[in-house]
């Protein structure tokens, strides 16, 4: 196995960037590989179950994944995850621009090459 081929594990920002938007008291995020060729290793990880665990201190609900594979990308919609929403919530956040940031820190496994930092990884 190739130094490049080696599979580290290492933050969802490493391998993909993201968007997200709200409507109530739901929150949309969007999840795009930096390179196509990560598109199948995220699907595989970044499951709803997944997600919504990942989520589960904000108390998220029912978690929708939209595959977009001309983008590639893929849109993970998220229910009761505003507490309430922008104008039902004390939370700082009350649109969820930062809970795009909160999936991109999940952890996922991808050969060396794809991560933007590699020497930064935790190897496996």
Not at 16 to 42: C, F
């Amino acid at each position: 196995m190739s130094t490049s081929d080696r599979i580290i594990r290492v933050p969802l920002h490493e391998v993909a960037h993201g968007r997200t938007g709200d409507k109530g008291n739901r929150v949309n995020i969007s999840v795009i590989p930096y390179r196509d060729e990560a598109w199948p290793l995220l699907l595989e990880q970044l499951t709803p179950e997944r997600v919504k665990a990942w989520f589960a201190a904000k108390g998220a609900g029912t978690v929708m994944r939209y595959e977009l594979a001309n983008l590639p990308a893929m849109n993970f919609v998220i229910d009761d995850v505003l507490q309430g929403g922008v104008n039902g919530a004390l939370n700082l956040d009350g649109h969820g621009k930062s809970l795009a940031f909160h999936l991109l820190s999940i952890p996922v496994d991808v050969p060396e090459r794809l991560a933007l930092h590699p020497e930064k990884a935790r190897p496996r």
